[in-house]
């Protein structure tokens, strides 16, 4: 029986609606989770991150563990003391980091070995250790398994190597995480672009059982198309009656196309990104205040959004404290960003509650554009 319930509400097609309920809160999903690297969601305070509707963040092991440290933040009362927190906090494994680091990394069966990006320093990360650091030191409300995220391309014997893997070290990272009445632990499905790969994957991961499955090794450069194509089979893989979270995704459109193939959670630091760059995510595509064309531009990002940074700022002042390097920008359009993907997620919700997705889906699609 999984730790924490998953009720779902409604569906449309494959697309589907409901609540992770967990001790810290209610997750309503479909979830986008704001990425909360190293304590922080980049450019804005918890509560401005709280009143964009967000109902969890997600932390990162790899960068805590660097720094400040796992066990400092142990002592200094856990994550959710440490940056001021209290809803849910989902921490990655530092799997990822294995493949961007894959220079200064090595891999074995029993960890992974790297070099600190900061000073050199030399690191171990078994899953035991993972586990340790996310569960009992960090304190995360969802715990991921150890895995090992392949580059793409790859071939299929690399991208079973490491499927294969990390199964293995999905079922010494529930060896490790135990029975837990307050904390969940997600599997991780690989397999690359593989369907035998993630069948074989799915198979494993239920047979070793967790609370939820995630669906890695994709927005690695595959691309939308073949992402979707791997979407189009790899949900329906995994248990109906636990959440579905595709790792590391991403832009609206990939949100929405997930969302109708059946996922349920995501993360992705692109809100944040795009923001301190002076791009602008809104219901007709990306904008980019750099643009000359915003000048003068009297308007706001978004006037009937309930987000300050949306609807209280002219495109043209937006332009101007991009173009002066203010980090104002930044601050302003990370915050519009963040509400617009919580504002994205919410009316998805009730479009699958209302029985119109289908319709949303595609009048979103129609929109979108870039510039």
Request: glycine share 10%; with cysteine; proline share 4%.
């Amino acid at each position: 029986m999984a730790t924490f319930p998953f009720d779902i509400a409604a569906t449309e097609g494959a697309a589907r609606t409901g609540v992770l309920k967990t001790p810290r809160g209610d997750i309503r999903t479909p979830a986008f989770m704001p990425v909360g690297t190293a304590g922080t969601v980049k450019a804005l305070t918890v509560d401005q991150v709280k009143a964009t509707g967000a109902d969890i963040i997600l932390g990162n092991t790899y960068h805590l563990m660097l720094r400040p440290s796992a066990e400092r933040v142990k002592r200094l009362g856990g994550l959710h003391r440490f940056m001021r927190w209290d809803g849910p906090i989902l921490t990655d494994s530092g799997g990822f980091q294995v493949m961007s680091l894959s220079g200064i990394s090595k891999v074995t069966e029993e960890a992974v070995t790297f070099a600190s990006h900061i000073d050199g320093s030399k690191h171990v990360l078994t899953p035991e250790r993972s586990m340790e650091i996310q569960a009992d030191l960090l304190g995360s409300d969802i715990v991921m398994q150890l895995d090992e995220c392949v580059a793409w391309p790859a071939e299929e014997a690399r991208a079973r190597q490491g499927m294969e893997l990390s199964a293995r070290w999905g079922a010494r990272s529930k060896a490790a995480f135990g029975e837990r009445d307050s904390q969940a632990l997600f599997g991780i499905q690989q397999g690359s672009t593989f369907e035998t790969l993630r069948r074989e994957s799915s198979e494993r991961l239920i047979e070793t059982g967790f609370d939820g499955y995630a669906l890695g090794g994709l927005a690695v450069g595959e691309g939308h198309e073949a992402m979707c194509e791997v979407l189009d089979y790899a949900p329906g893989l995994l248990p109906a009656d636990r959440p579905r979270y595709l790792m590391g995704v991403g832009k609206p459109i990939d949100l929405v196309e997930a969302v109708a193939r059946g996922v349920d959670m995501f993360d992705c630091v692109l809100p944040t990104r795009s923001g301190r760059h002076g791009q602008a995510w809104t219901w007709d595509g990306a904008m980019n205040l750099k643009n000359a064309r915003f000048a003068e531009d009297d308007t706001p990002l978004d006037e009937a959004s309930a987000c300050p940074a949306s609807s209280g700022y002219s495109k043209a002042y937006l332009h101007h404290l991009v173009r002066s390097e203010e980090i104002l920008g930044q601050v302003l359009l990370s915050w519009h960003n963040i509400a617009f993907f919580q504002t994205l997620m919410a009316t998805m919700r009730t479009a699958i509650t209302e029985g119109r997705f289908a319709a949303f889906r595609t009048e979103f699609r129609s929109r979108q554009r870039t510039g």
